[in-house]
């Protein structure tokens, strides 16, 4: 198992605690920053920022991406690529159009 | 690598049926899709007859038409389209070029026992035959198959009949996609043979590893598209619905605010990469078939197999070209355009390595050889049209006319289609210790080569024309198609000759499985893994001694080797 | 099927096994299917009337979400906590936290009924606007994906577990590690659907 290649399971354990805690704290987070009186670019840019920093903790340390080897990390990269691809061109696609839809 | 063998009695139900060798799943694929292919041929056939003598009643199918005394209503003709469509590519083709190749030769190519996930293997064949199932029932349904063609536009889709049916077929087709594919990249990562690095794979198994990223990438966004527009018909939501719509007359009663272009984006996301699936696997054929009747290595292996891979990256970012016509602002038209001009490039790369591979080479003109060399100028043409039609200039004229019809069905009729005929003939001595004969090989390689030129080569004037796809009629009712539609009948009487031309193929296949089996093991004297197993392979393990491998894939005429091939697994 | 290798060990030049490397192949095809939706909603926020997709939103509970998501995040930690029990060949904290796992999996569909049938009984379907829609259909699909864990949860923490423990405590192992990636990539797709359906 490469994710306990270099830590015994109880020193893992200890991470995994941690990362529990700091899941927490940042979802208490996500909501109290959501009464902020901001502009929905700010609101969007800040809950994205968020959510990113809770899925790499959950990706990193549970799904142990962190000590995984390169081929599932560069699978991961190029599904990303494809995923923001897939989130931006139709929407900057519409911007561009000559007519509402 | 082990090869103990599994020793409990099997019954013919886990022999045949609910198997998970991943050579019977293979074999199941291959007949299904044949059979599939057939009758889309039908439902063409029955599309042509309409096209060339309109207002007609329709021979012996003409039954199905009673209402109107056997003369094809438009509905029914866009019914024949979409099937057609929906068919070929998702129950047809794409099966038989991934799902029976890919399956079958993918373990024995790199001297795997089986699949690195056997039972999902099987799951993903009756995953298939279920969407499959569901695909023709709708025919029998009230309200008949779905007729807003294979893509499904809304708003027409969300109230036309028969695309509940469509859509519940392709989440299934989907799904069986999705295993499948996740299946082949995981064996060819995994269970490679000890010896084979990378770059001594056969380029059929990196065609297969590019379309399989592909498929595990691309299609789940055309499985949401397809939940949404359920929803859309099913839920009364409107996703693809915009407001103020009127249909039939009557205002729609939907909340509105949804976009029509959402469907095409999404949908178009997964459709374009399928066009480079439809395409790759063939390529792959076609190169292990051109290397061992040359009997040279195949010239420029790296860079075809760097620019399969580019062009699997480029796939992603050309859909709009299938789009020009939507409205499109001038900045997004260029950035497409841009695009699709340079994906054209791996393509060319291709071609020109597989002709280069021909030059000096000790040509055999066996069947398989006929298929894969007669592959390159029909695809050579296919691509080419398709140059005319990614330059958004060109597209507005050409987009939704006969030239499109004849740009696709090149690349995949006498393109894909000819290069998976190459296969089976190439691989089925492998598969069941027979060669087919060559002389029925031939009856079906001359008249078909010429056929299909006969039925798609006179669209491209059509369409040049102005004729625009998807009219029930032709192109009767319009005076600018006037002077081009006697072709009509010229490609309907060329496809009812192509259709003959398949009997040779079809006799040839039950007259050889009759035959006494020879069970030679490389009977083309090939240099890759799966020729040194027994032939048929052995259920379950598949080779009878160890694999190790010491050469590369096309170590033909090696200077100072007395045979003219060295086989991979010979130090 | 014995004749496969690396079910279980990894493969040296790949450092993988084939259920790792094929889990998550499995989980690059679901970033697609949940990013086709996502984008489904970004699009159709941006072409809706303004301030249309905020006042729909605001419909929904951020209460009952909030402990949704305090639900899955300690479902995570309970689902690689029993990994770790079962390296550390504990089976009985093993079936422990995996019957945890189980029990905030429950939760979550609970509350999610009651949101739903909540929904319902004021009337409000995913037909009622597009941001219903999209939002029934989201966390429509993220249900049926957690219903499917935990089939292969309860399948793990049953009887056919304690026999794989006995017979094959390795390949046990193994199967909760690839079944406890899935589960982790469920809570992550809720760690992003909340605050850009419930939040924004």
């Known amino acids: 198992m490469s994710s306990d290649s270099h830590k015994s399971v109880e020193e893992q354990v200890k991470i995994y605690l941690n990362v529990f805690g700091a899941l927490l704290v940042l979802t208490g987070v996500t909501v109290a920053v959501s009464y902020l009186d901001v502009s929905f670019i700010e609101a969007f840019f800040i809950a994205i920022v968020i959510a990113t920093i809770k899925g790499s903790l959950v990706l990193g340390f549970f799904m142990h991406l962190i000590s995984e080897r390169q081929a599932v990390i560069w699978i991961l990269i190029s599904t990303f690529i494809a995923f923001l691809i897939l989130m931006f061109l139709p929407l900057v696609s519409m911007t561009d159009h000559t007519n509402i839809w | 690598m082990s090869y103990k063998n599994e020793h409990h009695e099997e019954n013919f139900f886990q022999k045949y049926v609910w198997s998970v060798d991943h050579k019977v799943i293979g074999i199941q694929y291959g007949v299904t899709s044949l059979l599939f292919l057939l ?57 038989l070029a991934v799902g029976a190749f890919g399956n079958y030769l993918v373990p024995l190519q790199i001297g795997a026992p089986d699949m690195a996930f056997p039972k999902l293997n099987a799951a993903s064949y009756w995953s298939y035959f279920v969407g499959g199932v569901i695909m023709l029932a709708s025919f029998f349904t009230p309200e008949g198959a779905a007729r807003s063609g294979w893509t499904s536009y809304p708003p027409l889709s969300i109230f036309e009949s028969g695309q509940t049916m469509w859509l519940c077929g392709m989440i299934f087709l989907i799904t069986s996609s999705l295993l499948g594919s996740m299946n082949i990249i995981v064996t060819i990562v995994q269970l ?31 499985e949401a598209a397809s939940v949404l527009q359920l929803m859309d018909r099913v839920a009364g939501t409107s996703f693809f619905l915009p407001s103020g719509l009127v249909y039939a007359g009557n205002a729609v009663e939907a909340y509105g605010s949804g976009s029509p272009l959402l469907w095409q984006h999404l949908f178009w996301f997964l459709a374009h990469p399928e066009v480079y699936v439809l395409i790759l696997p063939a390529i792959g054929i076609v190169g292990e078939i051109i290397a061992n009747n040359t009997r040279k290595p195949l010239w420029g292996y790296k860079s075809m197999i760097y620019a399969i891979s580019f062009l699997g990256f480029m796939s992603f970012i050309v859909w709009a070209h299938h789009m020009f016509l939507t409205g499109m602002g001038q900045t997004m038209s260029a950035f497409f355009q841009l695009t699709t001009m340079i994906i054209s490039i791996p393509s060319v790369v291709v071609l020109t390595a597989f002709f280069l591979s021909l030059w000096g080479g000790s040509i055999r003109f066996n069947t398989p050889m006929l298929f894969a060399l007669a592959f390159l100028p029909m695809f050579g043409i296919g691509g080419l049209t398709g140059l ?61 080569l010429l056929f299909m030129n006969g039925v798609f080569m006179p669209m491209f004037i059509q369409g040049l024309s102005g004729l625009s796809r998807r009219m029930y009629d032709g192109g009767t009712q319009y005076a600018h198609a006037s002077d081009i539609l006697h072709w009509n009948e010229f490609m309907t009487i060329s496809a009812f000759c192509l259709g003959a031309a398949q009997i040779p193929f079809i006799l040839n296949i039950f007259i050889t499985l009759a035959s006494k089996k020879t069970g030679e093991r490389n009977p083309w004297n090939s240099t890759t893994i799966e020729w040194s197993a027994p032939s048929p392979p052995l259920p379950h393990v598949n080779f009878d001694k160890d694999v190790e491998v010491f050469r590369g894939p096309y170590e033909y005429s090696v200077p100072g080797e007395e045979k003219d091939f060295c086989p991979q697994t010979e130090k | 099927m014995s004749s496969i290798p690396y079910i279980l060990e990894e493969r040296p030049d790949t450092g993988l096994n084939n259920s790792r490397l094929g889990i998550w192949i499995f989980i690059a095809s679901e970033v697609m299917l949940f990013g086709g939706l996502f984008s489904a909603y970004v699009f159709l926020r941006f072409a809706a009337p303004e301030g249309e997709f905020d006042y729909w939103g605001s419909k929904l509970s951020v209460p009952m979400a909030t402990f949704n998501t305090l639900m899955l995040i300690t479902s995570s930690v309970t689902m690689i906590m029993s990994w770790a029990s079962l390296k550390m060949k504990q089976f009985d904290k093993y079936k422990l936290y995996l019957g945890l796992t189980i029990l905030c999996g429950t939760a979550f569909l609970a509350v999610k009924y009651f949101e739903y049938t909540g929904k319902f009984s004021h009337g409000i379907y995913p037909a009622s606007s597009t941001f219903m829609g999209i ?23 049953g009887p056919a577990g304690s026999r794989m423990w006995k017979e094959n405590p390795d390949l046990l192992a193994n199967r909760i590690e690839v079944t406890g990636l899935y589960w982790h990539f469920v809570d992550l797709v809720w760690i992003f659907l909340f605050p850009i359906l419930y939040l924004l």
Not at chain 2, 195 to 210: E, H, M, S
Not at chain 2, 395 to 422: E, K, N, Q, S
């Open chain 2, 39 to 95: 009758f889309g041929f039908f439902l063409m056939m029955v599309m042509r007859y309409q096209l060339a003598y309109p207002e007609t009643p329709i021979p012996i199918v003409g039954w199905f038409f009673s209402e109107s005394n056997g003369i094809m209503l438009p509905e029914n003709y866009n019914t024949l389209g979409a099937m057609h469509g929906t068919i070929m590519i998702f129950l047809g083709v794409v099966p």
């Open chain 2, 192 to 222: 490679r043979a000890p010896g084979l690095t990378w770059f001594k794979l056969p380029f059929f198994i990196w065609a297969q590893l590019v379309t399989s990223f592909l498929l595990v990438l691309a299609f789940p966004p055309l």
């Open chain 2, 388 to 448: 005319p039609l990614g330059v958004a200039a060109s597209d507005i004229f050409l987009h939704d006319t006969y030239y499109v019809i004849g740009h696709f069905h090149y690349v995949v009729a006498p393109g894909t289609l000819f290069a998976l005929f190459a296969g089976i003939y190439y691989w089925f001595p492998k598969v069941t210790g027979r060669k087919l004969s060559e002389s029925l090989g031939k009856l079906h390689f001359y008249p078909s």
């Open chain 3, 135 to 157: 939002y029934f259909t989201l966390t429509g699909l993220h249900v049926l994906h957690i219903i499917g864990g935990l089939f292969v949860l309860i399948y793990f923490w």
